[in-house]
């Protein structure tokens, strides 16, 4: 050991001097944490990706190094390449979802999925939003990074990050952190994002509309050929996004099928909680100075919001329309919980009802295009994957 | 540009069109695998006043009120007569031998086998109070009356069980 080696110990220091935006970094890595933990906000997926930021942004950056001939690569970097970048992590994440639905207030009124079709409104406004800054000098967004941020519209998280996965495989531009952490933090923000957009969109007789819930028994039967036969229909209709909705529907009827009770509860928990982990750090690993620090990322928070905006409105204007159509008998508050954020949306339609009105519960009947747009997103996003090569 | 636009258009369009079929599936799912429960029918019979058929569970009743009558009487030496009466109906009861278990009885042509438990009752002797000499002087003793105390528990009467036995 010589007096120059002693100099390694303080490599980190000269890297900083190099890279001084990692600290940038590193705060908004701290950022996402104190939102995570103090706040509440999104907690199982904001605390592992600003962990995954703070990992992937320290000096050196040998958490994310890649793998070369005779020298092995930093443990973010085998995160990422073994299960995200290949779009596992998403899917089974989806598994866990399905695993945790519960389908039967949709079965019981299947009338309210179309709403969960309206509220897609948003993934492709954005999309077109996305495409219309790209035709400025200081964007540079194609078809592929314009499906990655409009996919965020649809609220759904994994759905978004798989997406984004798939697009950078077609050759896309690796934006995966900036639409993940967008995605995510307007998940938690839809108490804040969606209550204006409604009120705005509805007058107060409008949202004062009770629908008595007629509890409708579905029969066992049906919720376990449910799954399957959405798997097969999905299949043929969207085969791009079979994926998705085949594992979930896999997830479902574990659950619904009532004799593997071991794989229902290891698919919601356990699987689910790995999953999650080894997810957040994953994207949080893809957030680096080079790749988040830009315009564009800028860019990509406003249209997410424009996105997820746009998505509410787009259910609530149908849900609209139903209300005429019923003869005032469908509350349209219940098209917002269209975007697939379960059971957000739906809890912030109870409360704005129960506001109006303490005796007016729609809980129940948003439920139902809440988790309808968990498969209107899944489908937007096969016509993504199937139409941008 | 437009090619973004075209793709737009026609997601839209598929997402309402897979949602609207797998509404329909659904619907569909709903009629031909439903387990055929009605909800909220209430179903109305017709009652004719005072031509109430005697149903299986009203004779079970009235074999166990023979059954505790034949008992009460019997312990008075009496004997129970063979129609009884409930509420202004009449019922023809046989009651077979009060001393062995399972009693059978016959309420409307409907038999029954009355017992308690596995053995029926433990046979009871005559309670009779016991009057002993007591030497002149000695300590008395609690009378009878303390070794057998006053019911603490509850009877039972056609409304079930009911307050402490005054």
């Given at each position: 050991m010589g007096l120059s080696d002693l100099w390694k110990l303080v490599e980190g220091f000269k890297d900083l001097e190099e890279h001084p935006l990692m600290i940038v970094m590193l705060l908004i890595g701290a950022v996402l944490l104190y939102l995570g933990i103090a706040r509440r906000f999104e907690p199982l997926l904001l605390i592992?990706?600003?962990?995954?930021?703070?990992?992937?942004?320290?000096?050196?950056?040998?958490?994310?190094?890649?793998?070369?001939?005779?020298?092995?690569?930093?443990?973010?970097w085998y995160f990422y390449k073994y299960t995200l970048s290949n779009e596992l992590l998403p899917l089974l994440v989806f598994l866990g979802l399905g695993a945790l639905t519960d389908f039967e207030p949709m079965l019981s009124n299947p009338r309210t999925i179309l709403l969960g079709a309206a509220a897609q409104l948003g993934v492709f406004c954005a999309f077109i939003g996305t495409l219309a800054l790209g035709l400025t000098p200081w964007f540079h967004f194609g078809l592929k990074e314009a499906a990655s941020v409009g996919i965020i519209g649809g609220a759904d998280g994994p759905t978004t990050i798989y997406v984004a996965t798939s697009m950078i495989e077609r050759g896309g531009r690796d934006i995966l952190g900036a639409v993940a952490v967008a995605a995510y933090s307007y998940m938690a923000l839809v108490p804040i994002i969606q209550p204006p957009i409604i009120r705005l969109l509805t007058t107060r007789e409008e949202r004062l509309i009770k629908m008595p819930y007629t509890f409708r028994p579905v029969s066992k039967r049906t919720m376990i050929i449910f799954p399957i036969a959405t798997a097969i229909v999905a299949g043929f209709l969207v085969p791009r996004a079979a994926p998705l909705i085949g594992i979930m529907m896999f997830g479902n009827l574990l659950r619904e099928c009532g004799v593997v009770e071991r794989l229902s509860k290891t698919a919601q928990n356990e699987l689910m909680n790995i999953v999650i982990m080894l997810l957040g750090l994953s994207v949080g690993s893809t957030m680096t100075a080079k790749a988040f620090l830009q315009l564009e990322t800028i860019a990509i928070f406003v249209l997410g919001l424009f996105a997820f905006a746009v998505s509410t409105a787009g259910g609530v204007l149908l849900g609209k329309l139903m209300c005429a159509l019923s003869g005032r008998?469908?509350?349209?508050?219940?098209?917002?919980?269209?975007?697939?954020?379960?059971?957000?949306?739906?809890?912030?339609?109870?409360?704005?009802?129960?506001?109006?009105?303490?005796?007016?519960?729609?809980?129940?009947?948003?439920?139902?295009?809440?988790?309808?747009?968990?498969?209107?997103?899944?489908?937007?996003a096969g016509v993504f994957l199937a139409l941008i090569n | 540009m437009i090619e973004g636009l075209l793709i737009s258009v026609v997601g839209m369009v598929v997402v309402f069109v897979a949602l609207a079929i797998l509404m329909f599936m659904i619907m569909g799912m709903g009629r031909l695998l439903s387990d055929k429960v009605v909800v909220g029918s209430v179903v109305v019979e017709e009652v004719v006043?005072?031509?109430?058929?005697?149903?299986?569970?009203?004779?079970?009743?009235?074999?166990?009120?023979a059954l505790a009558l034949a008992s009460y009487l019997k312990e008075r030496g009496k004997a129970l007569g063979k129609p009884i009466a409930i509420s202004d109906v009449q019922y023809q009861v046989e009651i077979g031998a009060l001393s062995h278990f399972p009693v059978s009885l016959m309420v409307n042509q409907d038999s029954y086998r009355a017992a308690v438990g596995d053995e029926g009752l433990p046979t009871t002797e005559q309670v009779s109070p016991k009057f002993v000499a007591r030497a002149k002087g000695t300590q008395s003793g609690p009378g009878w009356r303390s070794a057998y105390p006053p019911s603490q528990g509850k009877y039972w009467s056609r409304r079930g069980w009911t307050g402490r036995a005054s």
């Amino acid at each position: 050991m010589g007096l120059s080696d002693l100099w390694k110990l303080v490599e980190g220091f000269k890297d900083l001097e190099e890279h001084p935006l990692m600290i940038v970094m590193l705060l908004i890595g701290a950022v996402l944490l104190y939102l995570g933990i103090a706040r509440r906000f999104e907690p199982l997926l904001l605390i592992p990706i600003g962990t995954g930021i703070i990992l992937a942004n320290l000096p050196l950056g040998e958490l994310i190094k890649p793998a070369t001939e005779g020298q092995s690569g930093g443990f973010l970097w085998y995160f990422y390449k073994y299960t995200l970048s290949n779009e596992l992590l998403p899917l089974l994440v989806f598994l866990g979802l399905g695993a945790l639905t519960d389908f039967e207030p949709m079965l019981s009124n299947p009338r309210t999925i179309l709403l969960g079709a309206a509220a897609q409104l948003g993934v492709f406004c954005a999309f077109i939003g996305t495409l219309a800054l790209g035709l400025t000098p200081w964007f540079h967004f194609g078809l592929k990074e314009a499906a990655s941020v409009g996919i965020i519209g649809g609220a759904d998280g994994p759905t978004t990050i798989y997406v984004a996965t798939s697009m950078i495989e077609r050759g896309g531009r690796d934006i995966l952190g900036a639409v993940a952490v967008a995605a995510y933090s307007y998940m938690a923000l839809v108490p804040i994002i969606q209550p204006p957009i409604i009120r705005l969109l509805t007058t107060r007789e409008e949202r004062l509309i009770k629908m008595p819930y007629t509890f409708r028994p579905v029969s066992k039967r049906t919720m376990i050929i449910f799954p399957i036969a959405t798997a097969i229909v999905a299949g043929f209709l969207v085969p791009r996004a079979a994926p998705l909705i085949g594992i979930m529907m896999f997830g479902n009827l574990l659950r619904e099928c009532g004799v593997v009770e071991r794989l229902s509860k290891t698919a919601q928990n356990e699987l689910m909680n790995i999953v999650i982990m080894l997810l957040g750090l994953s994207v949080g690993s893809t957030m680096t100075a080079k790749a988040f620090l830009q315009l564009e990322t800028i860019a990509i928070f406003v249209l997410g919001l424009f996105a997820f905006a746009v998505s509410t409105a787009g259910g609530v204007l149908l849900g609209k329309l139903m209300c005429a159509l019923s003869g005032r008998k469908i509350n349209p508050m219940i098209g917002a919980a269209g975007v697939s954020a379960v059971p957000m949306a739906a809890r912030v339609v109870q409360n704005m009802a129960t506001k109006e009105d303490p005796s007016n519960f729609l809980i129940m009947h948003a439920m139902g295009p809440n988790v309808a747009g968990v498969i209107g997103t899944a489908t937007a996003a096969g016509v993504f994957l199937a139409l941008i090569n | 540009m437009i090619e973004g636009l075209l793709i737009s258009v026609v997601g839209m369009v598929v997402v309402f069109v897979a949602l609207a079929i797998l509404m329909f599936m659904i619907m569909g799912m709903g009629r031909l695998l439903s387990d055929k429960v009605v909800v909220g029918s209430v179903v109305v019979e017709e009652v004719v006043a005072g031509k109430e058929e005697v149903k299986a569970e009203d004779t079970a009743e009235v074999a166990a009120i023979a059954l505790a009558l034949a008992s009460y009487l019997k312990e008075r030496g009496k004997a129970l007569g063979k129609p009884i009466a409930i509420s202004d109906v009449q019922y023809q009861v046989e009651i077979g031998a009060l001393s062995h278990f399972p009693v059978s009885l016959m309420v409307n042509q409907d038999s029954y086998r009355a017992a308690v438990g596995d053995e029926g009752l433990p046979t009871t002797e005559q309670v009779s109070p016991k009057f002993v000499a007591r030497a002149k002087g000695t300590q008395s003793g609690p009378g009878w009356r303390s070794a057998y105390p006053p019911s603490q528990g509850k009877y039972w009467s056609r409304r079930g069980w009911t307050g402490r036995a005054s």
